[in-house]
C-alpha cells in the first residue's frame, strides 16, 4: 500500500521560512516524479514545485526565487523549503507522487501565513 505523509506544515508570519517534508513508502520512491501541490480555500489545486526522477525542477511564476523542491531518494523523501512567505501562500500543501498512469496524493499539511 502506497503512503505519502506530509508533515511541517504551521502557522507563520510573513516574511517567514517553512520546510515541508513528504515520506513516501510502498513505492519505489526514485522511480517517481514528485511534485507539491496547493488548494487555497475557494481556490483550485495549483502546482506548486516538481522534481523529476532525472534531477530537473520546475516551479510556479508565483513563488519562483522563494521555494526550493528537493528530494533524498535514499530517504524516500521529498522537501519543499519556503522562504519569504506571504499570505497569499495560505494553503493546504500536497504532496504528489506520479509514474505513467499512477498517481498518489498525501492528505496534506496546512500552511498558514498570518502576522
Known amino acids: 500500500q502506497v503512503q505519502l505523509v506530509e508533515s511541517g506544515g504551521g502557522l507563520v508570519r510573513p516574511g517567514g521560512s517553512l520546510r515541508l517534508s513528504c515520506a513516501g513508502s510502498g513505492l519505489t520512491f526514485g522511480t517517481y516524479d514528485m511534485s507539491w501541490v496547493r488548494q487555497a480555500p475557494g481556490k483550485e489545486r495549483e502546482l506548486v514545485a516538481a522534481?523529476?526522477?532525472?534531477?530537473?525542477?520546475n516551479y510556479a511564476d508565483s513563488v519562483k526565487g522563494r521555494f526550493t523542491i528537493s528530494r533524498d531518494n535514499a530517504k524516500n523523501t521529498v522537501y519543499l523549503q519556503m522562504n519569504s512567505l506571504k499570505p497569499e501562500d495560505t494553503a493546504v500543501y500536497y504532496c504528489?507522487?506520479?509514474?505513467?498512469?499512477?498517481?498518489?496524493w498525501g492528505q496534506g499539511t496546512q500552511v498558514t501565513v498570518s502576522s
Open positions: 522534481a523529476s526522477t532525472g534531477g530537473s525542477t
Open positions: 504528489n507522487a506520479q509514474r505513467f498512469s499512477r498517481n498518489f
